[in-house]
Nanobody, 117 residues
Framework: VQLVESGGGLVQPGGSLRLSCAAS????????MNWYRQAPGKERELVATISNTNTGAITTYADSVKGRFTISRDNAKNTVYLQIDSLKPEDTAVYYC?????????WGQGTQVTVSL
């Protein structure tokens, strides 16, 4: 099982990024996919979830990112995305994707997003 995030980087406030998480080794379409983030000195925070195909790929977001973050999935590519717009310095964190199905949970290694002038 592998989850590999990519797309992070250094961006100015107000900019955008699209993070990707490529999955392998499990039945991707059956899993709920999540994006978490962890800022220095803070706990890991769930920012976005997309349910599996059977439940209609419903999306939910943390209040802190609603209207700026968009999670989506491409089951043909076994990939989940996180579009981040109107970036703020407080969005600086390591972003992780996670796959969940019943008792199974998998994590990626994370990708750093830094928002700064």
């Amino acid at each position: 099982v592998q989850l590999v995030e990519s797309g992070g980087g250094l961006v100015q406030p107000g900019g955008s990024l699209r993070l990707s998480c490529a999955a392998s080794g499990f039945t991707f379409s059956s899993y709920y996919m999540n994006w978490y983030r962890q800022a220095p000195g803070k706990e890991r925070e769930l920012v976005a979830t997309i349910s599996n195909t059977n439940t209609g790929a419903i999306t939910t977001y943390a209040d802190s990112v609603k209207g700026r973050f968009t999670i989506s999935r491409d089951n043909a590519k076994n990939t989940v995305y996180l579009q981040i717009d109107s970036l703020k310095p407080e969005d600086t964190a390591v972003y992780y994707c996670s796959a969940v199905y019943y008792r199974n949970r998998y994590w990626g290694q994370g990708t750093q997003v830094t928002v700064s002038l």
